[in-house]
C-alpha cells in the first residue's frame, strides 16, 4: 500500500500540478503583491471584456438600422457617449465600494438584500453569457477564414476552448492574464491601424455621407416621419447593448487589483473607457464611409477588414491576423467569467444566497468550485443555443442591464443620502439619473423586442437562480436559528472546582477535537466527549483550521485578523476545559482545504501525542435530505476516512438541529 501511495500518488500529483499549478505559500508577506495587478493587466484582464464586445455590439446595432444606415455615424456617437456616462458612474462605484462586489453590493447595501440577490443573480447569468457569447464570438470570427463545409465543427470547437479557459483559470487569474496579455496587444494594435486606416484613406467619402445623411433623414421624415425615426434609431441604440456588457467588469474584480485598489481600478476603467468608445464609434464611421454589407459566414469586422487590407501588400494576411486577434481577444474576454463571476458568486455565499463551498478558495487561492460551475454552464449554453451569437447577445444584455439599471439606482439613491455631506451630490446624481434613463430604456427595448428570441429564456434562468437563492437562504436561516439555541444554552456553560494549569503530558490518553470559532456547537462536542467517554482523557488539544476564503482573502490586515479570531476562540475552548479539570492546549494553522490542513496537524499531534484520538461534530438533520451534503460540507466524514486510514482513531459526534 505505502508502494503504491509514493508511487501513483506522487504521479499524479505531479501531473495535476502541472495542469494547474503548484499552491500558494500563504506566508509570503509578498502574496498579495505577487497575485495583484497592475492598471495594464487589469485592462487586459478585466477591461478586455468590454473591449471585445465591439466585435459584436456595434454590428448588431448596425444591423437593426437595415436600409436607414444613414443613422450610424449619430449612433457611433451615442454609443461613445453612453460608455463615458455608465464608466463614469462605474467609477463612483469603485470610489464609494472599493471592496469589490459591483452591482450585487450596491444593491444590497444601497436597496436591500432582495434588490441584492435580483442583481447578483443576474450578475451570475451575466457572466455564464460572458464566457458563453465570447468564445461564440471568437469562433465566429475565427472560422470566417475557414470553409464554409466545416462550420459544423464551431460548436464542438467552442467547447474545448472553454474546457481551455476552466484549466488555465483553475492555475491562477494573474498567470492566466500574462499568457493572453500578447493577444490584447496584437488586437489593439491591428484595429487602431484598421479604424486609422478607414478614416484617413475614405475623408473624401466625408463629405457624400454627410450629403447622404442629409437625403435619408428628409426622405424618412417625408415616409415615416421623427417619431418612427426616433422609434428605428431607439431599437438599434438597445439592440447594441452588447456593446456596453463589459464595463461592470472592473467593479466587481477589485479584490485582484494592485494597491491602492480605487486609484488603479479607476485608471483601468480610463483605459477600458476610452479604448472601447474609440473603437465602437469609428466602427460605426468606418461601415457608414464604406458602406459595408453583411456576407454570409462572415461578421462585418471581417468584410470590413478585407475591404481596407485589400490593396495592401500582404493584405490578406494581415486582414486574418486583424480578425483572429479578435476572436482570440473574445477568448480573452471571456476570462473576465471566470474573474469576476466565480467572486460574485462567493460574495452571495459569505451572505448564504448560495452554498458555503462557492466561498472557498483552493491551494491555488483560486475561486475552484465556482470556475468550474461558470465553466460547466457555459458549455451546456453553448450546446443549447448551437453557438448562435444573436441568441446569446440578447440573453446577455439583458441581465447586463437589469444589474445596472439597479446599480444606477442604487447609486443615485446613495447620493441623495450624501447631499448634506458631499458638495458634488448634485452633479453625481445627475451622472446616476441619467444613466438610469439610459439602462432601463435599453433593458425594456431589449426585452420586448427580442422576448422571443431568447429574451424569455433568460428571464426564466435568471428567476430560477433567484428562487435557487431564497431556498438555500431559507434552509441557511433555520439551521442558523437552531445554533443559536445551543449557543444560548451552552456559550456560557458554568464550571465548578479549581482550575487545571498543569502542562500536557505526552503518554496520557489524549483527545484532540477539531473545532471552528467558540460556539455551542463546540461547546457540545466537548461535553459529549466527557459525558461518552467519562474518566478517560486527561489532556484536551483544540485544533482550528483558519479557513482563508474569498470573505477573507483580500489582503493582509483581514488574514491577520482572522488568525487574531481564531486564536482567541481557541483560548476559550482551552480556558473552558481548563475550568473542567483537564490539562489543554491548542493549535491551529492558515489554510485554504480544512481536510488537508487538519490531516497534516492531527498527524503531527498524534506523533507527539501517541495515545490521542480525534473527535468532530457533525450536523444531523431528524430527515437527510439530498441537498444537505451540497449545502453542508462533509469535512468530519472526510477528515476521518483520511486520519483512519493512516491508523488515528476518529469519533464523529453527531449535533441534533431541530428544522
Not at 457624400?208 to 437625403?215: A, E, G, H, R, V
Not at 490539562?583 to 491551529?588: I, L
Request: proline letters at 3%; glycine letters at 8%; one cysteine or more.
Amino acid at each position: 500500500m505505502e508502494l503504491e501511495k509514493n508511487g501513483n500518488g506522487n504521479l499524479l500529483q505531479k501531473i495535476v500540478r502541472t495542469i494547474f499549478g503548484a499552491p500558494k505559500y500563504l506566508k509570503d508577506p509578498h502574496l498579495f503583491h505577487k497575485m495583484s495587478l497592475i492598471p495594464i493587466l487589469a485592462w487586459v484582464g478585466l477591461g478586455a471584456d468590454g473591449l471585445s464586445s465591439s466585435a459584436y455590439g456595434p454590428e448588431e446595432a448596425f444591423r437593426a438600422l437595415g436600409s436607414h444606415t444613414y443613422l450610424a455615424i449619430l449612433l457611433g456617437l451615442t454609443t461613445a457617449l453612453t460608455v463615458f456616462i455608465i464608466s463614469y458612474a462605474y467609477s463612483r462605484i469603485i470610489e464609494h465600494f472599493p471592496h469589490g462586489g459591483g452591482g450585487y453590493i450596491v444593491a444590497t447595501h444601497m436597496l436591500g438584500e432582495k434588490a441584492g440577490v435580483v442583481s447578483g443573480s443576474s450578475l451570475l447569468v451575466d457572466y455564464v453569457l460572458t464566457i458563453t457569447v465570447s468564445i461564440a464570438s471568437c469562433v465566429d470570427a475565427l472560422f470566417s477564414y475557414v470553409p464554409q463545409h466545416y462550420h459544423h465543427y464551431k460548436v464542438p470547437f467552442a467547447c474545448v476552448l472553454a474546457l481551455g479557459l476552466i484549466i488555465l483559470n483553475i492555475r491562477g487569474v494573474k498567470e492566466s492574464i500574462t499568457v493572453m496579455a500578447p493577444i490584447f496587444l496584437i488586437f489593439v494594435l491591428t484595429h487602431l491601424l484598421m479604424l486609422l486606416d478607414g478614416i484617413i484613406t475614405h475623408t473624401d467619402r466625408i463629405a457624400p455621407l454627410t450629403s447622404d445623411f442629409q437625403t435619408g433623414l428628409h426622405h424618412d421624415l417625408s415616409t415615416i416621419g421623427l417619431f418612427g425615426i426616433l422609434l428605428l434609431f431607439l431599437r438599434a441604440y438597445s439592440l447594441g447593448g452588447g456593446t456596453y456588457t463589459g464595463i461592470e467588469a472592473v467593479s466587481n474584480g477589485l479584490q485582484i487589483m494592485r494597491e491602492p485598489r480605487v486609484q488603479t481600478g479607476k485608471r483601468t476603467m480610463i483605459y477600458m473607457a476610452t479604448s472601447l468608445a474609440f473603437t465602437a464609434g469609428v466602427l460605426f464611421l468606418c461601415y457608414a464611409l464604406i458602406g459595408v454589407k453583411p456576407v454570409e459566414g462572415k461578421t462585418l469586422n471581417a468584410v470590413l477588414a478585407d475591404g481596407l487590407f485589400a490593396n495592401w501588400p500582404f493584405g490578406n494576411i494581415i486582414a486574418f491576423i486583424t480578425i483572429f486577434s479578435e476572436g482570440a481577444l473574445l477568448l480573452v474576454a471571456a476570462q473576465t467569467g471566470f474573474v469576476d463571476g466565480p467572486r460574485v458568486m462567493a460574495n452571495m455565499a459569505v451572505d448564504s444566497w448560495f452554498p458555503h463551498r462557492f466561498a472557498a478558495l483552493s491551494v491555488r487561492l483560486t475561486m475552484r468550485n465556482g470556475i468550474v460551475l461558470m465553466g460547466v454552464s457555459s458549455i451546456a449554453l453553448l450546446l443549447y443555443t448551437k453557438g448562435s451569437v444573436s441568441a446569446l447577445v440578447v440573453m446577455y444584455s439583458i441581465n447586463v442591464f437589469v444589474t445596472f439599471s439597479l446599480s444606477q439606482l442604487g447609486m443615485s439613491r446613495f447620493f441623495i443620502q450624501r447631499r448634506k455631506e458631499d458638495p458634488k451630490w448634485l452633479q453625481h446624481l445627475a451622472v446616476h439619473l441619467v444613466g438610469l434613463v439610459l439602462c432601463v430604456t435599453i433593458l425594456v427595448i431589449t426585452t420586448v423586442e427580442k422576448f422571443t428570441e431568447g429574451g424569455w429564456l433568460t428571464l426564466l434562468i435568471t428567476s430560477l437562480v433567484i428562487g435557487l437563492c431564497y431556498l438555500i437562504k431559507g434552509h441557511y436561516q433555520r439551521v442558523r436559528q437552531g445554533m443559536a439555541e445551543l449557543d444560548e444554552t451552552l456559550l456560557d456553560f458554568p464550571t465548578h472546582g479549581p482550575i487545571n494549569m498543569d502542562p500536557l503530558q505526552k503518554n496520557e490518553p489524549t483527545a484532540i477535537q477539531l473545532v471552528s470559532g467558540y460556539s455551542g456547537f463546540g461547546v457540545h462536542t466537548l461535553l459529549s466527549i466527557l459525558t461518552t467517554f467519562p474518566k478517560t482523557y486527561k489532556n484536551i488539544i483544540f485544533v482550528s483550521v483558519a479557513m482563508i476564503d474569498s470573505g477573507t482573502f483580500k489582503g493582509a490586515e483581514e488574514m491577520q485578523s482572522l488568525e487574531e479570531s481564531v486564536k482567541y476562540g481557541l483560548e476559550r475552548y482551552t480556558n473552558l476545559a481548563r475550568r473542567l479539570g483537564f490539562a489543554a492546549d491548542y493549535r491551529m494553522t492558515l489554510g485554504t482545504e480544512v481536510v488537508e490542513s487538519a490531516v497534516d496537524l492531527c498527524e503531527k499531534l498524534a506523533e507527539e501525542y501517541p495515545r490521542s484520538t480525534v473527535f468532530t461534530g457533525q450536523l444531523t438533520f431528524r430527515l437527510e435530505k439530498f441537498y444537505h451534503k451540497m449545502l453542508h460540507n462533509e469535512t468530519a466524514f472526510a477528515i476521518q476516512r483520511r486520519l483512519q486510514w493512516n491508523g488515528l482513531t476518529t469519533v464523529i459526534l453527531p449535533i441534533r438541529v431541530r428544522i
